[in-house]
């Protein structure tokens, strides 16, 4: 009964410390969400940077399995590269570290209560004082989260009973089997991680059974490197039914930290002597936060300056599925394990929006061209066109349906603002498909039916073409971004002088037909000239939706 006793004490106590994480790891994220959207969107191919951006974002959040799962749903929407990747899981794997540090160095010194509770009482008032909403708040949260962890720390390391000598001695005997002890200790450490789903907390209970003499630094330093392994879980998990890039984002962390752990067990007792060299005479919990970064930083070291080849190798690994070129990208929110950040949820459905905009001046661009050439053959261009049109379709009702997901979530009022700008944006975005559809369907339909237009029609057509050719640039320009009161009036007049050509040349077209031309032909010319007119419209209305974007 006693026993019993204790692991519902025990599961009641790791339970409050992994929601303490789980409630400040959100609230700084929703709090600095716009700044973390900012620091990803700034990394580039400088491993140096992408691995310091990992660390900073890592210590911040307090989750490594956060940021993984974080770069694998990027590198899932094209938001980053496998090798860019890299570099961010080589610095999450430093950045986790800053817990341990917390713990050994706060966590033991005095009463964790006398911290933590005025932590939860300062957060409460916070989220009480701020109705909607807010910064504040989202600070007030984490205050919260930040002392139920260290209530759950304290509770764990009341509830955990003092060793027998039994208990002692056995735990000595598997300490004195050689390399087989820490196999034994990195095996346990890894369920023990793959069971919480948090590195950081699994570090934090081996520190807690570390201070309270139930294990010594040896063993505790080997359950530290299996815990490094059990991480990996989450970005697995993630990249499941991902795309293969994903899947090789998750792989390099796989065998980064298995390959990581290792050398550490080869190295075991070389490794050992150098921390103790450092540490000296520090705690026990300061020699297992010193072993865990130098364990991490020595890998990062060993694996960085070779990202690309590490990431050369991983793609000879991980195969690419036939046909995935091909395969339409399917949207899925992420709420990850200690990860719920919608804002950076917002930033790969703003991928998806950039690639839309591509695609419908990649339609128009090809358009000009068919008015410029006039092919005999149509047949290949009315296929691509269609699969463009199709795909528009599709990831109107993708991000649709993820943004209202989105917008279900807990997040600041400009987020809520921007997903009503987005929406607007994916339906003018996907009506410019539709039209650019319409128009090499009018160009066909001319051709089949002997309805050509003559050269001056064509030519007449060109300065307005370029135009909206001209906005359409302009939007991809700036799709990802907001735009200046003064860019929106310069757009203005691009729309005023598209309105303008499509009267000029519509007036043109009646006269002809005044004059005795061809009926169909120039009822099918105005076609044409209406189609571009509403590409032009509906350009303006995305640019509309920049300059509204927070």
């Not at 974002?57 to 399995?65: E, H, R």
């Not at 001695?169 to 095996?187: D, M, P, T």
């Not at 092919?375 to 649709?400: H, K």
């Amino acid at each position: 009964m006693i026993i019993v006793s204790i692991l519902v004490q025990l599961i009641g106590a790791l339970g409050l410390f992994l929601y303490g994480m789980k409630v400040l790891s959100e609230g700084i994220q929703r709090a600095a969400g716009d700044r973390l959207k900012h620091t990803l969107n700034s990394m580039t191919g400088n491993t140096f940077k992408s691995l310091l951006t990992g660390m900073g974002i890592t210590a911040l959040i307090q989750s490594s399995s956060a940021t993984t799962v974080m770069v694998v749903s990027f590198v899932n929407a094209g938001l980053l590269t496998v090798v860019q990747s890299a570099g961010v899981i080589f610095g999450a794997n430093i950045g986790t570290t800053v817990t341990a540090w917390i713990v050994s160095l706060i966590g033991f010194k005095f009463k964790m209560s006398a911290l933590a509770l005025p932590m939860i009482g300062l957060g409460f008032v916070l989220m009480m004082t701020t109705k909607r909403r807010s910064r504040l708040r989202d600070y007030g949260e984490a205050a919260v989260g930040f002392g139920l962890l260290f209530l759950g720390l304290e509770y764990l390391a009341h509830v955990l009973p003092k060793p027998s000598a039994d208990v002692l001695h056995f735990l000595a005997g598997l300490s004195n089997l050689g390399a087989l002890s820490v196999l034994l200790a990195a095996a346990a450490g890894t369920v023990l991680t793959v069971l919480m789903h948090s590195s950081s907390a699994s570090t934090a209970v081996v520190i807690t059974l570390a201070v309270e003499g139930v294990i010594g630094f040896e063993m505790a330093a080997g359950l530290v490197l299996g815990a490094n392994i059990g991480t990996t879980i989450d970005a697995y998990l993630a990249s499941i039914g991902a795309r293969t890039a994903a899947k090789r984002a998750a792989m390099i962390h796989i065998l980064f930290n298995v390959f990581g752990s290792i050398w550490a067990v080869i190295l075991f007792r070389p490794f050992i002597a150098l921390v103790n060299l450092v540490a000296g005479g520090s705690s026990v919990a300061q020699h297992i936060a010193l072993m865990h970064t130098f364990f991490n930083i020595i890998n990062a070291m060993l694996f960085a300056p070779f990202a690309r080849q590490f990431s050369d190798l991983v793609t000879k690994l991980v195969k690419a599925r036939p046909g995935e070129e091909k395969m339409l990208q399917k949207l899925e929110y992420v709420a990850a394990p200690m990860m719920n950040s919608p804002e950076l949820n917002l930033m790969r459905a703003q991928k998806e929006i950039s690639d839309m905009a591509g695609v419908c001046g990649t339609m128009f661009n090809r358009f000009r061209e068919i008015l410029r050439d006039n092919p005999t053959d149509l047949s290949d261009d009315v296929d691509s066109f269609r699969n463009m049109e199709n795909y528009a379709d599709q990831m109107r009702e993708e991000l649709t349906r993820f943004l209202l997901e989105c917008a279900g979530s807990d997040m600041g009022a400009s987020s809520q603002a921007n997903i009503g700008v987005m929406l607007r944006m994916v339906t003018d975005l996907e009506d410019i498909t539709d039209d650019c559809f319409s128009l090499v369907m009018l160009v066909d339909k001319a051709q089949s039916r002997k309805l050509d237009l003559d050269k001056d029609e064509v030519a007449s057509l060109g300065p307005y073409t370029l135009l909206v050719e001209d906005f359409l640039h302009f939007v991809q320009e700036n799709i990802n971004g907001t735009i200046s009161q003064e860019q929106l009036d310069t757009a203005q007049e691009l729309e005023d002088k598209i309105d303008e050509f499509r009267s000029t040349l519509k007036k043109k077209a009646r006269k002809r037909m005044q004059a005795g031309a061809n009926v169909k032909t120039e009822l099918l010319y105005m076609d044409v000239v209406r189609h571009i007119e509403k590409i032009g419209d509906h350009a303006f209305d995305v640019t509309r939706g920049l300059r509204e974007m927070k």
